[in-house]
């Protein structure tokens, strides 16, 4: 990987990890026209979850500040699924859409800080083109229980 944007991963110290395998019936992400559209993916490290469980402020829960750090690790992912479809991240023209998932505990209402995680390390990759429209949704539960779940559309040219 060369290029523009992978010099900017290296300024940053990010390693974009391997594509994490589907836990279903679905490909990491698709290539319609000029968008690459991801699947939700999950903060997966090293093909296992960090964490689990819901995020709130209570003692058991997930903090809201390290649910924001997955959502950030699921955003990586996401770019590495997007990578794996275009090959080089230069061809990227611009993040169009972010949606964020966090399974939430009732009275949470701090979904869009925990999204940021997701949006701000997209803004750092891409820079101005990494600025994007955005859902964050609180959720009842997510897969394999993790706390938070990404998916992202690109433009590329």
């Keep these: 990987m060369s290029g523009r944007v ?9 390693t974009l990890p391997d594509v994490a395998a589907p836990v279903a019936a679905y490909v990491p992400a698709v290539q319609s026209g000029i968008h690459v559209l991801t699947s939700g993916q999950l903060p997966f490290v090293d093909g296992a979850l960090p ?9 058991d829960d997930v903090s809201p500040e390290r649910a ?12 590495a699924a997007v990578r794996s479809l275009v090959g080089d991240l230069d061809s990227v ?3 169009v859409k972010v949606v964020g998932f966090v399974a939430s505990q009732p009275d949470f209402t701090g979904q869009p800080g ?4 997701a949006s701000t390390v997209l803004g750092e990759i891409f820079g101005d083109a ?3 429209a955005r859902s964050a949704v ?20």
Excluded: F, Q, Y
């Design 51 to 59: 964490a689990t469980g819901k995020v709130g402020t209570g003692p």
């Design 68 to 79: 924001a750090e997955l959502a950030r690790v699921a955003a990586l992912n996401a770019v």
């Design 114 to 117: 925990v999204i940021n995680g």
């Design 6 to 14: 992978a010099a900017r991963l290296a300024e940053l110290g990010i």
């Design 93 to 95: 023209v611009r993040v």
């Design 138 to 157: 609180g959720v009842a539960v997510l897969p394999l229980d993790s706390p938070v779940e990404v998916e992202i559309m690109v433009e590329v040219g």
């Design 130 to 132: 990494g600025v994007h």
